[in-house]
């Protein structure tokens, strides 16, 4: 829930970040002193590919709008092949959903690097427009979990 | 073809190879047929039955057959034989306690497309060259087999038989099938038009679990969805949700692994298209990462689980080439 | 009680004057294959199938039902009733054996204690049944005693290909028949008879007819000890579509959903076919399939006769028959039941 | 039942400026669970830690919450700081409201909604915390180093220094790998023997240091700290021991013309032999493939001539095990199969060598005695052609070379030009290259010596065709000069191939056994790239020299070096304390799929055989997975594999993550 209610859509953003690349890049855009919606809520795995694609469901049931996940860049994995398995389990996954009829631009993979303090935000940016843009999830929500 | 099965069957019993058969048994109809274990000749010859309605895949019963004492002759037909690797493949079926005769199969029939036809009180089917002549309370009716053909056997991915001890009958060639057609058509569809189409399927599901209890490739000691602390558990769809839910972890979780035997689809007693959402992911898989058969072999590492370091595609590639 | 009648053709104008008062639901086609009970709206058909995949308990006794929620504020719990009154609603064109579940359900749920949720449904309803003019191969309602001509509830109905007939046998049934009395003409015994002889002719052809179920009430611990369990459950895979299209069947479970602070609870069907079907601190009662294969069996064909002198819990629509992935069904129980008597 | 007490820290005006701190400690006052709560300047102060510490004695508190800076700054602080007081420190949750609120937002009503969001999710997260006690393993405090060149040496002197006993295992009859084969070394041009030798010396001599030379690394289980590994120490049919290489039975050997692998099979050696004079050990070796004893029963001069009756025909292959606490890869490489150039007509004219082979022909140990001849007419040659980059930086479809760089060509090339130069003055010499890299302390310099001072001809382009005639004995050299854009025509007597390097043909063996992982090239894939470029993924697997990538000999003795201090530090502890957040399978609910094995990238998982208890009082054995502590790194890769949830991952359960995905959605 945002403050900025009755106002104008805020959707509510999940991203999932892996300890040693994007939650640094997160921190360093914090040390940097850039900004980013707050709409984005970060989660903090030790790789992306802990991510498991009950977790991106689950979000949208208990009211994301936008789900995305970040990890090191491929071939920087701190566990060497977890960001590998995430890109093809995501890959298949959004193609899932996609075939569902959900769409495809709620969901997103982002390979942000501990240094990358301004790309994160600059994804974020980016992101948060585009779901706000597309309006608040409807084809993947709980109506139970909707706050009256 | 069933008196040869029979012959043989007996035949592996007198000389002591196996002990058991996993076969299919006589119903009251002529079509609901039910899978069982012979122990005896006599039995053989009285109820055993091989016929257009033989549509169950009997190699997941081989998980728990196979622990039991003795070795077990089991028939399996083409598409059950990738079930039979599969499993093998999971360590879950003791191979050495197992006899396999790999069977012809021209395809099965699904008493569901005659009712749906309209064809009714039906009290028996012939098979006359591809033609079903059908005997029902309110006259006879004659139906081509092949429009009464599952749909999974009308887009038959393979009739060569992947595993087998013995063979009775031909062995086919893989087959160049349109089985990803329908996936294709959907794909092509709006996003608001596929959203339509799957609501109105998937709402129709009453998680009555017979697609995952049937499927050879759900093993679990205990499925997610039965496991009150899995944090997916729930036994009915109290919200539209959890009907996309159930379906989409379903076929997550047998992707890599499902062999395309069409099980789930034939159970569904709401006639809900499963075997599209499996299909998306192997269409997916064979187009993204090369072109994958679960089954095929014992042994394989299944696209779910590998990846290369160069030539995988980034999720984008959903978006870009996505139909909004 | 008097018959009515209306012309087959004019039958929408009569599910129209129905829907001006109350809510009908009828039996649509909702895909190739099958039929559902529907909120009718104008140009819906009457479904010519035998039947709907799910039964109509659905309407009493619904797969999930809210019960009651709990908000959280601060250190307090606030309990809210969830249930909400029923208003007034007619199925139209039950059949004969689903008429009769409701007696089955009757029984369980109006017993004391009391389902008060399942008695304002019941209470707001008003059952049209309709005769089988075409039963499958798998109907054997004859053998619970039941008559497809005569599909009783609040009013009784058949066709003829040109005529429909009404006959209230309730008073609810007579107070709908006034409501839309505009539409109907006085109808004659003759012509319904002549469906009904028409009805039972087929009745006696179907492959079933002849079967009848054995009186277990004093064999209990024989049937539950009999070796035929273990065949007839070996290869059943635990699912539930027998329990789920079962008109009869009236196991539920209770859940909560967690929503953040606040609990949604909720009643859904449950199956003894699963293996976590009342599961307790110290694990399932019943750990093998065969036990609860056993269970839904004895259940039917025994432990409620005991209990309801003598009616079974199957009503012989069916669905199992024509749902069961394996083709093990009731009929194959009572049938290997029977041989070893 | 949990009682959480929550801490949310000002952190001077760094958070509180953006964030109504105290509204944060009065919102969570009504979370469930929560029974107390805070809020304080600098929580990571010694005061606000006693705050913390003083407030779990008082209020009972079973979780810990604390609202303030990344968990990547001061998570460790406050973990340490609930363990002194007997709370076990994984029932503690960070909730980032700093760099990822505080800092990144601007206006204090949102910031303060979120940092509550924060807060609850932590609160929904430390709900679930259960107690996690890393598990400690023994270790076993001796080092095996597989190889035994300059890397595998290095490694193993370093580590005996600090007192640890080593073993090498090499493949070969002696140690010394490439770098003895070697002329000179660049860019100081001093003799490689020279050097070389007297680590071998060093290395025999060493009490610490077992070589077990002539032997091969069979198999390796077990984990960091504790290694079993088999070894086949092959039948050598001449007692190490007793041998004292006086090299009597080499002279006296009937069989002469067996192919001499140490001069790259540019002559000959006898069938018993040392591989050369300063092996390392000193002993003979009687080759099984030539020996007339062992493949006729005649002969047996060897064993009437030695004097200590070293010899023994009846030698089999033995197979030892040993435990070890840590493992160096230092398995090295080879130089890359180039027959498939047929341009460049290497196997169809001996003129034509590798330029390993040119370092044999130039090495006074060499097959000249260090006098540079042609292989085929053995006269000087007066012109010389060097072509770079023969199966390296090349794509893989193109003859299935090495798209990577083997990096010392250029370096080595520049040494072969300026010592022949420095030899034979009259000689020609031509280099074709692709770039010459040059990067490397005194490199460069050197390089522009041969250019500028030497006159060697470096010529940017590419040799198209070799062409030997038979009659002239020359080699006809067709090149391209891409900077004068014209076709070179170069009568040469001797071409020079820089043929790539590659990963030892066992490496990939290795590889498997250690579960160490590899790239595409077979080249050991380090732990990471940047930070951590000795250490194999696997925990306890170290790697030195080419194995892991193509270096030159310093990189390569400082990665062995720095191997070897890695070794050392996993030696020195008598335990090792393991990361208790690492996946750990629900026996009851794994069926032994083993899938979550394919995606382990740590070889963490193996499958056993268990029984359990069934209904009706019967029993069934199940294949279940097995997590090895020490080695899996905590990544959760399996526990999404596994459909039945029965992986799952400690200190980030999926619980733990719904719970916080609940509490930030909702």
Redesign the interface.
């Known amino acids: 829930?945002?403050?900025k209610e009755n106002t104008e859509f805020q959707p509510?953003i999940?991203a999932f970040c892996c300890?040693w690349c994007s939650?640094?890049g997160?921190?360093?855009?914090?040390?940097n002193?850039?900004?980013?919606p707050?709409n984005v809520?970060?989660?903090?795995?030790?790789?992306s590919?802990?991510?498991?694609?009950?977790?991106v469901?689950?979000?949208?049931?208990?009211?994301?709008d936008g789900v995305i996940l970040c990890g090191c860049h491929?071939?920087?994995c701190?566990?060497?092949?977890?960001n590998?398995?995430t890109?093809?389990?995501?890959?298949?996954?959004?193609?899932?959903?996609?075939?569902?009829?959900?769409?495809?631009?709620r969901?997103?993979?982002e390979w942000v690097s501990a240094a990358e303090g301004q790309r994160f935000?600059d994804v974020m940016d980016d992101f948060t427009a585009k779901i706000t843009e597309l309006g608040p999830n409807r084809?993947?929500?709980?109506?139970?979990?909707k706050?009256n | 073809m069933q008196e040869e099965l029979i012959k043989r069957a007996v035949e592996l019993m007198e000389d002591g190879t196996v002990n058991r058969v996993l076969g299919w048994q006589k119903g009251q109809f002529v079509y609901d047929i039910t899978p069982a274990v012979f122990t005896s000749a006599d039995e053989l010859k009285e109820n055993f039955v091989y016929n257009d309605f033989c549509g169950d895949n009997l190699s997941k019963y081989l998980k728990d057959e196979t622990e039991k004492e003795g070795k077990v002759l089991v028939f399996l037909k083409p598409c059950d034989t990738y079930s039979f690797n599969q499993l093998l493949t999971e360590y879950k079926i003791h191979r050495e306690n197992v006899y396999a005769i790999g069977i012809e199969c021209y395809g099965k029939a699904d008493v569901e497309l005659l009712r749906r036809k309209g064809i009714d009180g039906i009290l028996d089917v012939k098979n006359e060259n591809g033609t079903l002549k059908i005997a029902t309370i309110y006259g006879d009716e004659e139906v081509p087999m092949m429009e009464a053909m599952a749909e999974r056997c009308v887009n038959c991915k393979s009739k060569k038989h992947v595993a087998y001890d013995e063979l009775i009958g031909e062995d086919g060639e893989v087959l160049d099938s349109n089985r990803f057609d329908m996936v294709e058509k959907l794909e092509q569809m709006s996003a608001q038009e596929r959203f339509d189409f799957w609501q109105g399927e998937l709402s129709r599901c009453i998680r009555c679990n017979a697609c995952r209890n049937v499927c050879p490739a759900c093993t679990c000691e205990k499925c997610v969805f039965d496991n009150p602390d899995s944090g997916l558990y729930n036994k009915a769809a109290a919200d539209s949700f959890e009907e996309k839910m159930f379906h989409i972890i379903r076929a997550y979780h047998v992707a890599g692994r499902c062999t395309d035997c069409g099980e789930c689809s034939r159970v569904c007693p709401e006639h809900i298209p499963l075997h599209l959402l499996n299909r998306k992911f192997i269409k997916d898989y064979n187009e993204l990462y090369g072109s994958f058969m679960a089954g095929a072999e014992v042994g394989q590492v299944s696209p779910m689980v590998d990846f290369t370091m160069d030539n995988d595609a980034e999720p984008s590639i959903v978006q870009k080439g996505g139909a909004e | 009680m008097a018959i009515y009648k209306l012309p087959y053709s004019d039958l929408n104008q009569l599910f129209a004057a129905i829907a001006a008062n109350e809510k009908l639901y009828l039996p649509v086609d909702i895909s190739e294959d099958e039929a559902a009970f529907r909120l009718w709206k104008e140009g819906d058909q009457m479904t010519k199938k035998l039947n709907t995949l799910r039964s109509a308990k659905d309407f009493f006794f619904p797969q999930v039902q809210p019960l009651a929620k709990f908000r959280r504020q601060g250190q307090t719990i606030e309990i809210m009733d969830d249930r909400t009154e029923s208003e007034d609603f007619v199925i139209f064109g039950a059949r004969a054996c689903d008429v009769r579940s409701f007696d089955v359900l009757d029984r369980v749920f109006l017993e004391e204690p009391v389902d008060t949720q399942y008695q304002t449904r019941r209470q707001h309803s008003t059952v049209v049944s309709l005769a089988c003019g075409r039963p499958g191969e798998t109907c054997f309602c004859g053998s619970f005693g039941i008559d497809a001509a005569k599909a009783g509830g609040d009013v009784q109905a058949w066709h003829d290909g040109d005529n429909f007939y009404l006959e209230p046998l309730t008073d609810k049934g007579v107070k709908l028949i006034d409501s839309v009395s505009s539409l109907l003409t006085a109808g004659d015994q003759e012509a319904v008879d002549q469906v009904v002889e028409k009805i039972h002719t087929i009745l006696a052809r179907l492959p079933l007819a002849g079967l009848k179920p054995q009186d277990l009430r004093d064999k209990e611990l024989e049937t539950f000890n009999s070796p035929k369990w273990d065949e007839l459950s070996s290869h059943c895979i635990g699912c539930g579509s027998c329990t789920f299209v079962c008109p009869t069947c009236q196991c539920f479970d209770i859940e909560d959903f967690k929503n953040g602070e606040n609990v949604e609870r909720y009643r859904c069907w449950d199956s003894c076919m699963y293996n976590e079907f009342t599961m307790m601190a110290a694990g399932t009662p019943r750990k093998t399939q065969k036990e609860r294969f056993r269970q839904r069996f004895m259940h039917k064909l025994v432990y409620y006769p005991i209990k309801n002198d003598g009616m079974y819990s199957c009503v012989g629509c069916g669905r199992c028959l024509r749902k069961c992935p394996i083709q093990m069904n009731i009929v194959k129980v009572m049938k290997a039941l029977e041989e070893e008597a | 039942m949990q009682r959480i007490g929550v801490f949310v820290c000002h952190c001077g005006t760094n958070i509180a400026a953006t964030v109504d701190v105290e509204a944060v400690a009065e919102a969570a006052k009504s979370v469930p669970g929560v029974v107390f709560s805070a809020d304080y300047p600098y929580m990571c102060s010694e005061s606000g830690q006693d705050l913390v510490k003083e407030s779990v004695q008082k209020y009972n508190l079973t979780n810990v919450v604390i609202c303030s800076c990344s968990p990547r700054m001061h998570e460790k602080t406050f973990r340490k700081a609930v363990e002194s007081i007997g709370m076990n420190p994984y029932m503690l949750e960070i909730a980032n409201i700093r760099e990822q609120c505080s800092w990144v937002h601007k206006d204090k009503e949102e910031g303060t909604e979120k940092a509550i969001m924060l807060m609850k999710a932590a609160c929904a997260k430390a709900t679930l915390n259960t107690p996690l006690t890393p598990g400690m393993l023994p270790v076993t405090k001796r080092a095996l180093v597989i190889g035994g060149g300059i890397a595998g040496m290095q490694a193993a002197l370093d580590i005996a220094e600090a007192g640890y006993e080593v073993d090498i295992v090499e493949q070969k009859p002696t140690i010394g790998g490439k770098m003895a084969q070697l002329d000179k070394t660049f860019p100081t041009l001093d003799c490689s023997s020279c050097i070389v030798t007297p680590k071998m010396v060093d290395v025999g001599q060493n009490d610490k240091i077992r070589i077990l030379s002539y032997s091969d690394v069979e198999e390796v289980k077990g984990y960091i700290g504790n290694f079993d590994v088999k070894i086949k120490r092959k039948a050598r049919y001449v007692d190490e021991d007793k041998c004292t290489g006086c090299g009597l039975c080499t002279e006296k050997c009937p069989m002469k013309k067996v192919p001499n692998e140490w001069n790259l099979e540019l002559d000959t050696r006898s069938c018993v032999y040392i591989p050369f004079a300063q092996a390392v050990p000193k002993v003979a070796t009687i080759d099984p493939r030539y020996c007339l004893k062992l493949n006729k029963g005649t002969c047996g001069i060897c064993s009437k001539v030695c004097g200590v009756g070293a010899i023994n025909y009846e030698a089999k292959d033995e197979i030892i095990e040993e435990k070890y606490g840590a493992i160096v890869a230092a398995t090295g490489f080879e130089i890359a199969d180039i027959s498939r150039y047929d341009e460049y007509a290497y196997g169809q004219s001996p003129d034509v060598v590798t330029s390993l082979e040119y370092e044999r022909l130039m090495s006074a140990a060499g097959p000249f005695g260090g006098h540079l001849l042609r292989p085929s007419d053995h006269k000087e040659p007066k012109k010389i052609v060097f072509v770079q980059c023969v199966g390296s930086r090349e794509e893989e479809s193109c003859k299935g070379g090495k798209e990577y760089c083997s990096k010392v060509c250029c370096m080595y090339t520049a040494k072969h030009a300026i010592l022949t130069k420095d030899h034979y003055p009259d000689t020609d010499i031509y280099v074709f290259y692709i770039d010459v890299r040059t990067p490397g302390k005194l490199f460069d310099e050197f390089y522009r010596r041969a250019v500028e001072q030497y006159g060697v001809h470096y010529i940017k382009g590419a040799v198209g065709k070799v062409t030997p005639h038979k009659e002239t004995g020359k080699l006809e050299v067709q090149g391209y000069d891409m900077i004068l854009n014209e076709q070179m025509h170069i009568d040469a007597d001797m071409v020079v191939l820089a043929a790539a390097v590659e990963p030892s043909h066992t490496a990939r063996r290795m590889a498997t056994m250690l579960t160490a992982p590899m790239d595409n090239n077979d080249f050991f894939t380090e732990a990471h790239a940047k930070l951590r470029p000795v250490e194999s993924a696997t925990a306890g697997v170290f790697l030195a020299g080419m194995c892991q990538g193509p270096k030159d000999i310093p990189e390569t003795v400082s990665q062995a070096s720095a191997a070897a201090a890695k070794v050392i530090g996993v030696l020195a502890k008598d335990q090792l304390v393991g990361n208790p957040c690492i996946a750990h399978p629900d026996e009851l609910m794994c069926n032994g799929c083993s899938q979550c094995a394919g995606v382990c990238p740590y070889g963490a998982i193996t499958y056993v055989e268990k029984e359990f208890r069934m209904p009706n009082r019967t029993t069934k054995m199940r294949r279940v997975a097995q997590v090895n502590e020490a080695v899996c790194q905590g990544c959760g890769a399996c526990t999404v594999t596994c459909p039945s949830g029965a992986m799952d991952l400690r200190g980030f359960s999926n619980n733990e993550i719904m719970a916080e995905v609940d509490a930030l959605c909702l």
């Not at chain 1, 997160?26 to 040390?31: F, I």
């Open positions: 829930m945002s403050v509510t999940v300890n939650y640094s997160a921190d360093l855009a914090g040390t002193r850039l900004s980013y707050t809520k970060i989660i903090r795995v030790p790789c590919c802990r991510i498991n694609p009950m977790f469901l689950r979000a949208f049931q208990r009211g994301a491929p071939g920087d701190h566990y060497m092949e977890g590998y398995h890109r093809r389990r995501m890959t298949l996954l959004f193609s899932m959903l996609n075939y569902l009829g959900i769409e495809s631009a969901t997103r993979v935000v084809r993947l929500e709980d109506l139970r979990c706050k």
